[in-house]
């Protein structure tokens, strides 16, 4: 894939998670786990080969985590960003605007439908202003504000088994993120 990507005069090669699936379809497919096991460890080998090749070949090779680490915002980040799904129906990210059943590190879970509205019959601003649209931005704005406020109190040790100690209180101290982000790997870095 890197040396088509060459091919192809590609500057940035980002791989991807088989993320958005639904009940059985690309079951099975995610590069993601909840433990460390060996394919994780010769995913984790591929990619280090394929990120060398990109260095020689002058093209970036990206990937997600393969393990989950909550972080306080998805990279969907509602409180800038709106999902237009392809018959107008507006979210706060694709999984929300693709509801149904998926699966999250093995296990099955339900992606609740969270729309905010549908263009153009709703107009933007009307959207963006509604009081679902306000309580995603609010609370992933709330544990942005309490993770930065616990991480700053923090402090770090040059024990790493200290330190994780640390990141978990950092975790510990946001507010629960809405039904349905919880069990998404996009807030996890995965």
Known sequence: ??????????????????????????????????????????????????????????????????QPEETPVCGQDPRTALFVRYDGVVAPCINLAVAGPSSFLGEPVEFPAVHYGRLPEDSLDEIWDSDLCLFYRETFEERERAHDKALAGEDFPPNLLAMQEA????????????EGCRTCHYLYGL
């Open 1 to 66: 894939m890197v040396r088509l990507a060459a091919d192809l005069g590609v500057d940035v090669l980002q791989l991807k998670q088989a993320d958005v699936s639904r009940g059985e379809a690309g079951s099975g497919f995610a590069l993601f786990h909840h433990r460390d096991d060996k394919q994780l460890h010769q995913l984790r080998r591929a990619v280090r080969r394929a990120r060398r090749l990109g260095e020689k070949l002058g093209i970036e090779v990206t990937q997600p985590r393969f």
């Open 167 to 178: 990141f978990n209180r950092v975790i510990a101290a946001m507010p629960q993120a809405p």
